[in-house]
T-cell receptor, first 109, second 116 residues
Framework: DAKTTQPNSMESNEEEPVHLPCNHS???????IHWYRQLPSQGPEYVIH???SNVNNRMASLAIAEDRKSSTLILHRATLRDAAVYYC??????????FGAGTILRVKS | DAGVTQSPTHLIKTRGQQVTLRCSPK?????VSWYQQALGQGPQFIFQ???????QRGNFPDRFSGHQFPNYSSELNVNALLLGDSALYLC???????????????FGEGSRLTVL
C-alpha cells in the first residue's frame, strides 16, 4: 500500500484559508488521492478526491502537483466546525482505504 | 434519508467473549466495509462485503469474521476477544464495488467496544 505523509497538526485562524499538505512520493499511476476528515466522536467524512487535475467542490479544493508526488487540501475559509483530523489517502480499488495518522487541524476564533 | 446506522453504540465485554456488531448501509448502497480505529490512530480496514461475499480483507486474524445479508446489512463478529480489540468499529457503505473513482464512502458513527 502506497503511503502518505502529513504534518501531525496545524493551526488556523477562523475565516482564513488553510492549506493542508500531503506527500505521497510512491504513488502509482492508478492511485486516486482522497481526503477524508473526522470530527470528534464521529465517523470519517468524505471531503474531496482527484487523480491528476485540481478539483473543487463545495467543501474544499484539491491541488495536485504535476508529478503527483504531493497534494494540498485547501479550505478557503476555515470555521470552528472545520476543526477535525484530516486524512490524505491513496485509493487504488475497492473500498480499502489506508488511513495514516492524519493532521489534526485546530481553528482559533 | 438515513445514513449508515450502527448498533450498539457502546458495549463492554470481557476477554475471551464474543461480540457481534451490526450495520445498516445507506439507502441504495450494496457494498459494506468495516474498519477498526484504536484510540489516537486512523481507521484500519478489516474487510469488505459485496453480494454477500467477502471481497477484500485487511491484515486481521480469522477471529474477525463477517456476514452480509440479502438486504445489504452486515455484521462483524469477533471471537475470543483480547484487550487489544478495544476500539471504535466503523462501518462504511458505498454504491459500487471496485471503483476508485466513485468518491465517497459513507461512514457510520461507530460502535465503541471496550474489552476488560
Amino acid at each position: 500500500d502506497a503511503k502518505t505523509t502529513q504534518p501531525n497538526s496545524m493551526e488556523s485562524n477562523e475565516e482564513e484559508p488553510v492549506h493542508l499538505p500531503c506527500n505521497h512520493s510512491t504513488i502509482s499511476g492508478t492511485d486516486y488521492i482522497h481526503w477524508y476528515r473526522q470530527l470528534p466522536s464521529q465517523g470519517p467524512e468524505y471531503v474531496i478526491h482527484g487523480l491528476t487535475s485540481n478539483v473543487n467542490n463545495r467543501m474544499a479544493s484539491l491541488a495536485i502537483a504535476e508529478d503527483r508526488k504531493s497534494s494540498t487540501l485547501i479550505l478557503h475559509r476555515a470555521t470552528l466546525r472545520d476543526a477535525a483530523v484530516y486524512y490524505c489517502i491513496l485509493r487504488r480499488y475497492g473500498n480499502k482505504l489506508v488511513f495514516g495518522a492524519g493532521t489534526i487541524l485546530r481553528v482559533k476564533s | 434519508d438515513a445514513g449508515v446506522t450502527q448498533s450498539p453504540t457502546h458495549l463492554i465485554k470481557t476477554r475471551g467473549q464474543q461480540v457481534t456488531l451490526r450495520c445498516s448501509p445507506k439507502s441504495g448502497h450494496d457494498t459494506v466495509s468495516w474498519y477498526q480505529q484504536a484510540l489516537g490512530q486512523g481507521p484500519q480496514f478489516i474487510f469488505q462485503y459485496y453480494e454477500e461475499e467477502e471481497r477484500q480483507r485487511g491484515n486481521f486474524p480469522d477471529r474477525f469474521s463477517g456476514h452480509q445479508f440479502p438486504n445489504y446489512s452486515s455484521e462483524l463478529n469477533v471471537n475470543a476477544l483480547l484487550l487489544g480489540d478495544s476500539a471504535l468499529y466503523l462501518c462504511a457503505s458505498s454504491p459500487q464495488l471496485f471503483s476508485a473513482n466513485t468518491g465517497e464512502l459513507f461512514f457510520g458513527e461507530g460502535s465503541r467496544l471496550t474489552v476488560l
